[in-house]
Nanobody, 124 residues
Framework: QVQLVESGGGLVQAGGSLRLSCVAS????????MGWFRQAPGKEREFVAA????????YYADSVKGRFTISRDNAKNTVYLQMNSLKPEDTAVYYC?????????????????WGQGTQVTVSS
């Protein structure tokens, strides 16, 4: 079955960095868009970044542009989210997701598969 497994979350001070990983298995994702979303307590889930597995083009939410970088390693079937200059408002559970759409999608319900999430906490 399809699995997306995130890792790399943790506690970091403001200004610090973390790298999240998402290992995908169970099918071929070469035509998929892979996305990262996050959800803070009491808030709606929000789009963070996405990458087309084929070609590697990327798309970011304005709130993380210039601070976060999404990338993928085809050989490892892994998508990464490098997060720099972290702020307390970046605190959330971060989810990896996969969409069969051929274009970038920022709406969560358009994604077909989801990981279990990894907690990121940024202290001030």
């Amino acid at each position: 079955q399809v699995q997306l497994v995130e890792s790399g979350g943790g506690l970091v001070q403001a200004g610090g960095s973390l790298r999240l990983s998402c290992v995908a298995s169970g099918r071929t994702f070469s035509s998929y868009v892979m996305g990262w979303f996050r959800q803070a307590p009491g808030k709606e889930r929000e789009f963070v970044a996405a990458i087309k597995w084929s070609g590697g083009s990327t798309y970011y939410a304005d709130s993380v542009k210039g601070r976060f970088t999404i990338s993928r390693d085809n050989a490892k079937n892994t998508v990464y989210l490098q997060m720099n200059s972290l702020k307390p408002e970046d605190t959330a559970v971060y989810y990896c997701a996969a969409s069969s759409s051929s274009v970038f999608i920022t709406i969560g319900r358009r994604y077909d598969y989801w990981g279990q999430g990894t907690q990121v906490t940024v202290s001030s």
